[in-house]
């Protein structure tokens, strides 16, 4: 397998990651902006992040239907959603913290 379709596969990955460690963000932003009058709402979001799971295993879930499609680069896809989803994730939720941090 050539290197330029492990590149490809692996931004494919990345991006398909991405997009889901944003939802995930988005959904976590809304979730704390939502609770905002409960006395701790970083706390509450913890208990939202059982939801957070679900999202992340169902996107691994339906990058696994698309085996079939991605034979030839599937692995790298896979390592760069997982890094999208686990890397990019915990970039976005540092900023959501902090900005709750700021808000207070």
């Known amino acids: 397998m050539s290197v330029l379709l492990y ?10 990651g991405t997009a889901i460690a944003y939802i995930n963000g988005r959904l976590t932003e809304n979730y704390i902006r939502n609770n905002k ?3 701790n709402p970083m706390q509450r979001a913890n208990g939202f992040s059982a939801t957070r ?3 992340n295993a169902g996107a691994l879930v339906v990058l696994f239907l698309f085996y ?8 790298p896809v896979l390592i760069g959603a997982l890094i ?3 890397f990019v ?3 976005f939720l540092f900023r959501i913290g902090k900005k709750t941090q700021d808000d207070e």
């Open 53 to 55: 799971q679900i999202i």
């Open 7 to 16: 590149i490809l596969g692996g931004f494919l990955g990345l991006a398909y």
């Open 89 to 91: 994730s915990y970039v």
């Open 84 to 86: 999208g989803i686990g």
């Open 37 to 39: 009058d409960h006395e």
């Open 68 to 75: 079939g499609i991605l034979k030839k680069m599937f692995l």
